[in-house]
């Protein structure tokens, strides 16, 4: 199957119902997106398709074929993002793990919306743990890209 | 209070040969400032502020060396080691940006590289026990003050003057009669020729002068890594041949893999090996749990190898392991008399002569880390050496661990130390690490990643040990708490290091029990036994959870019975300003955070000015809609004081939000305050988490809970959003405490007493779950 990973093509002959998730990390070795949970609940593997964000970690790659995939590591150019940069200027991360999910899945949500409101950046960031406990930074973050983006 | 104490004691003054210097420059009196310094010296012995802690008596003790832990390149780069394992707290950027405030470098030029594991050569490297600034805040100052030192005799030698007429500043050394200077690079390489100067010698910096240390100016050293996906952790890890591993694990430990499928799992393309591994009987320490692994080309592989072995279990004799059980067991067990563990005064005298008893009983569950990285560790086996790329807390035990696993040198361990997502304290035992290693040796040297799933995280960790608390207390006819008797029932972690400790350690019972600093005059605190039927680990802030969940409800519950506001009964409780010293009357011994107890004294004036601020700071008293309630907690935990208020909003169904939190803590003299309030909002979320819904629970010896959806987590917006924190200001002489763990312990009981005054419902056993909606 063909597809495009970081605007790059691609071709998989692979297991078909191989998660997304260990293509991108064992085979291209785009380890910015990271294993959590392996079962969709903790937001960490968050990539793009098509500009949506999904957990890559439940995506199997029947489910990409033909299609674009972004990671953190294409999220930007220069790394300079609204999301990214408004990540660094709330000194959002702590020990980070979990960061380029919840980075990606921010993207994804303003993206989407422009303006979200607190309710719909709460909801939006549901998916996404962080076990080192973030959370007021990464709505104070989030706030801050949405305005500038 | 606590400071007119620390001004009363006999330190050794810090004397600022920089304000010498500026008298020079104006004067150009330099012959006489030359005579008249080293005297000075002389006369106070030294111009270092220096008080003990424990960190002498860790393995590896002490290294300040500027040859090991500073290098200067001709461009000016500086790089500074980072000794200690960074899993979020932010140690990797704060230890080195006070060699740099110290060494007057400018932080842009500075360059962080993280130490592998080597005790002697770094000192000790065990990233645990909120010890990292505590214990080497003075090391990593003598280390910066020491390297500018030698640049300022590096300076000397190359404008062929005395040192006494130069200056280090910013990244520069300034010949103070002509004005020039000379940058660090340039004076690199005769700096790296100079002896390091003797620890009595040393100036430490005036605290005016700090550029970094205080400010909070500093961002850590990982943010733009982190935020690309260039951050590597061990799940990252990738080295050139290497196989992928996954492990299945005995469901009760001390299990037996006794049959399995080796050739359904060998079938799965990819899969290249399946390897026993043998348990080791419990006390294990950090040995692996044995089992059945498949190394493949794949994590994928591996992990459908694994799915297809469909291993049998001899559970043994731990399969009887059951949480609801247990749970009453222990409760009897708090019933009857334990071990005395410290006795003031007579309780049982007390309690019979009082007006009114107080019996409550309290129940925290175990709980799982659940790091956001799961365990991994990457292990090539080349002969009689071998590498390790590991997320692990302890790079310098890993080290020991694997030599001893492999049977070679501990010289021929390297460790390499990556970011970890995620520590807790699951991460500083190695048993992942020791399994790749087992695991690489087996495939004859080939490179072998081992990585844990949620799943194996969840069930396979080193639990936050299960809790019961039973406290009574009397009440004398003045409406005083006369009688506390409090026995304590939980498994020890000692069971990991020997057979059946039966009872919570010396350390345990100075994790908020024996240490307890309450002016309660008949007190006695005792331990029930309780066997260990799994791993027990230490959990951030550890037995202070039970310790204070039970403590800071209790006296808020006798608040309650007294008609007393919950502020103003815990500082009558905790008494004047004054230093207690449990010290008489232990049994054994207090173990005061492995520190001098005359460093860090139990100071009641400390702990009350924390009171006073959270109070103060959360508009404590202030009327409240209904179903809102205010509570407070405070603990000493790991030399720190921290007091937490917490507002909860409680609906008409049982939900409970929390809209605010407010923290004060005094950790002593403080490096990086925007790292505290990091780490002060993490443990409000991981506070609510235990709260309201973390435990982990056993059935037939196995962990019913597998990954976040039965064993759910804080997500975002559920609480806790707004949280606040004050730091309380100390200078440097007042010791650096612990920050990592602090505010864990406060949160469970403040949210609990909040709950109380919203709904006048008492919350004893955690989690809250539906307890309110039932």
């Known amino acids: 199957m063909k597809l495009k990973v970081n605007k790059q093509d691609k071709s998989y002959e692979g297991d078909a119902q191989m998660p997304l998730m260990w293509y991108l990390r064992d085979e291209l070795g785009l380890t910015g997106t990271k294993f959590g949970c392996g079962t969709g609940l903790c937001g960490a593997c968050t990539v793009h398709v098509d500009g949506k964000a999904v957990r890559s970690c439940v995506t199997p790659m029947a489910d990409v074929s033909g299609k674009a995939v972004t990671t953190i590591e294409g999220l930007s150019a220069d790394g300079n993002h609204p999301v990214q940069k408004a990540w660094r200027a709330e000194n959002v991360p702590q020990c980070g793990y979990c960061q380029p999910g919840q980075i990606m899945n921010a993207a994804a949500l303003i993206a989407q919306n422009k303006n979200p409101s607190d309710a719909q950046i709460l909801e939006g960031m549901q998916g996404n743990i962080c076990r080192c406990g973030c959370y007021q930074r990464i709505f104070a973050a989030i706030k801050a890209a949405a305005k500038e983006a | ?774």
């Open chain 2, 1 to 774: 209070m606590s400071f007119e104490k620390f001004q009363e004691r006999p330190l050794i003054k810090n004397v600022s040969r920089r304000d010498v210097l500026k008298g020079i420059a104006s004067t150009g009196g330099l012959v006489i400032a030359a005579q008249f310094l080293p005297s000075m010296t002389m006369a106070d012995g030294g111009h270092v502020n220096q008080y003990k802690t424990g960190a002498d008596g860790m393995p590896g003790g002490v290294v300040w060396d500027p040859h090991v832990y500073v290098s200067i390149a001709p461009d000016g780069t500086v790089t500074i080691v980072a000794h200690r394992s960074e899993m979020g707290t932010g140690s990797r950027t704060s230890l080195p940006m006070i060699v740099a405030d110290e060494m007057e470098a400018d932080w842009s030029k500075v360059k962080i590289v993280q130490a592998p594991g080597n005790e002697p050569k770094y000192g000790n490297q065990d990233t645990d026990g909120s010890r990292s600034v505590r214990h080497f805040i003075q090391p990593m100052r003598w280390c910066g003050a020491a390297t500018r030192a030698m640049l300022e005799q590096a300076a000397a030698v190359k404008f062929a003057c005395s040192n006494m007429e130069v200056r280090a500043e910013n990244h520069k050394v300034v010949h103070i009669p002509s004005g020039k200077s000379v940058g660090y690079g340039e004076l690199a390489q005769i700096a790296a020729g100079l002896k390091t100067p003797a620890l009595s010698t040393i100036v430490l910096k005036d605290p005016k002068q700090f550029r970094y240390i205080g400010k909070g100016n500093v961002q850590i050293t990982d943010l733009r890594d982190i935020t690309t996906g260039k951050a590597v952790y061990a799940q990252d890890v990738r080295v050139d041949g290497m196989k992928y591993a996954v492990v299945e694990r005995p469901p009760v430990v001390g299990g037996k893999a006794v049959k399995w499928d080796e050739a359904a799992a060998m079938k799965v393309p990819g899969v290249v090996k399946v390897v026993a591994i043998n348990p080791t009987p419990m006390p294990a320490k950090f040995a692996p749990l044995g089992g059945v692994a498949v190394v493949a080309n794949s994590t994928y592989a591996a992990l459908k190898g694994r799915a297809a072995l469909n291993v049998q279990w001899d559970d043994g004799p731990n399969k009887v392991y059951d949480s609801d059980k247990f749970k009453q067991q222990m409760a009897e067990t708090a019933k009857k008399p334990g071990k005395v563990e410290r006795n003031e005064g007579d309780f049982d005298k007390a309690i019979a002569g009082a007006d009114k008893v107080v019996e409550r009983e309290y129940y925290v569950p175990h709980f799982s880390h659940a790091t956001m990285e799961p365990p991994a560790a990457v292990v090539k086996v080349n002969g009689d050496k071998a590498e390790v790329w590991a997320c692990v807390q302890s790079p310098g035990g890993t080290r020991g661990d694997v030599a001893k696993t492999l049977g070679i040198p501990e010289d021929n361990v390297t460790v390499n130390v990556t970011l970890l997502g995620g520590g807790f304290g699951r991460k500083s035992k190695c048993d992942f690490a020791l399994e790749a290693a087992i695991l690489s040796k087996a495939m004859g040297g080939t490179p072998v990643k081992v990585v844990w799933t949620r799943e194996d995280d969840i069930q396979h960790a080193f639990y936050h040990s299960v809790s019961y608390q039973h406290v009574t207390a009397g009440i004398d006819k003045n409406k005083k708490v006369v009688a506390w008797r409090q026995r304590s029932v939980s498994p020890s972690l000692m069971s990991n290091f020997m057979p059946d400790p039966k009872r919570e350690s010396a350390l345990e019972l100075g994790l908020g029990l024996i240490d307890t600093p309450f002016n309660v005059p008949n007190l006695r605190l005792e331990t029930g036994e309780a066997v260990a039927h799994t791993r027990i680990g230490w959990f951030r802030s550890v037995n202070n959870i039970p310790h204070a969940f039970a403590m800071q409800s209790m006296i808020a519950e006798l608040a309650a019975e007294l008609g007393r506001d919950q502020k103003d009964f815990l500082l009558e409780m905790i008494g004047p300003a004054r230093i207690v010293d449990p010290r008489k009357s232990v049994t054994s011994e207090l173990w005061n955070y492995g520190d001098p107890f005359e460093t860090y004294p139990i100071d009641t004036g400390r702990m009350r000015a924390v009171v006073e601020k959270a109070a103060k700071e959360a508009g404590w008293g202030k009327q409240l809609p209904k179903g809102e309630g205010m509570g407070i907690a405070v603990q000493r935990c790991f030399q720190t004081y921290v007091c937490s208020v917490v507002h909860v909003k409680v609906d008409a169904k049982g939900n409970v939000e929390v809209p605010r939190v407010d923290t004060a803590i005094d950790c002593g003299f403080h490096v990086n305050p925007e790292r505290i309030k990091s780490q002060i909002e993490g443990a409000a979320v991981m506070g609510l988490s235990i709260a309201k819904m973390t435990q982990i629970t056993f059935k037939n010896g196995r962990v019913q809970q597998s990954n976040f959806h039965d064993y759910p987590v804080l997500r975002i917006g559920q609480g806790a959003m707004s949280v606040n924190t004050y730091i309380m200001p100390h200078p440097p002489e007042v010791p650096a405490a612990g920050v990592g763990e602090p505010g864990v312990p406060p949160f469970a009981p403040a949210f609990c007493n909040a709950i109380f005054n919203a709904t006048g419902k008492r919350i004893r056993n955690l989690p809250l779950g539906d307890q309110l909606s039932a």
